[in-house]
C-alpha cells in the first residue's frame, strides 16, 4: 500500500510541475542547477537558464547568462592575406646602366653594377613578400616555401605587425628600398632594408593596412 501511495505521489507533483508557470519552473531548474554543482555532478539541466563550467576538481560553477555574466565575446574578422606582385623595374633599370658603362669601356663599375641587377632579376622571379592576418613572411618561389633563418640576424623571415617600430619607403614614385624596425627579433630592435622588387602600390597600400602610417612617406595617387 505504502508503494501504492508513493507512486500516486510522484505523478502528482509531475503533473503539478508540468502547470507551473513557465518563470516557476525556471527557479526550480536554476536551484536544481546550483544543487547539483554543489555536489559537483555532471548533469545537463535544459531547465537551467546559465551557463554550467566543470572546474578541474569536479566542481561545478554556475554563470547565470540572465544577470549579465558571461557575454559573447566579439568575432574578430580575419584579414586577407596579400601577396604584392613582382615588379621587374629596378633590376631592368640597373642591367640597362650596366650596359651602358660597358659599351663606354668604363668595366670596373659596370660589372657590379651588372652582378647586382642579375641578382635582383633572380631575386624578383623567386621572392615574395606574404601579409598573413598577423605577420610579414618572406617566402620563397610560386608554392610559397619556407625561406629558412635569416642570413644576416639569425631567426625566422616572419616578423608580427604588433612588433613593428617603424617603417619607411624610399621613394613612392619609383619605389627603390623599404625599411622597416622590429622587436621581435631583438628586444632593443632590429632593422631590416629590401629593395622593392614588388608592386609598389601594393606593398604600400598593405603596409599602411598592418603595420600602420609611415612616419614620412606618403602614398601618391596611380
Known sequence: MDFVNQKQMASTLLSVHRFLPSQRRENIGYLSGIRTSLCGQVVLNPNFPGRQITGSHG???VVNSLFGIGKKAKSRVI?????P?????IPIVL?????????????????????????????TTRVRFVFDDEALEVKIGDQLDESGENAFVGGKNRWKYSTFVNWE???????????????????????????IIFNGKQLYDVMVERAGSSKTSAPKES
Open 85 to 89: 606582385e613582382p615588379d621587374y623595374r
Open 59 to 61: 566542481n561545478r560553477f
Open 79 to 83: 584579414r586577407e592575406t596579400v601577396i
Open 169 to 195: 619607403f624610399w621613394w613612392p614614385n619609383f619605389p627603390i628600398l623599404v625599411y622597416f624596425k622590429e622587436t621581435q627579433t631583438k628586444p632593443e630592435g632590429q632593422i631590416h632594408f629590401f629593395p
Open 95 to 123: 642591367l640597362g646602366f650596366a650596359g651602358g658603362l660597358v659599351y663606354t669601356d668604363n668595366l670596373v663599375p659596370g660589372v657590379p653594377v651588372g652582378l647586382l641587377g642579375l641578382l635582383l632579376l633572380f631575386q
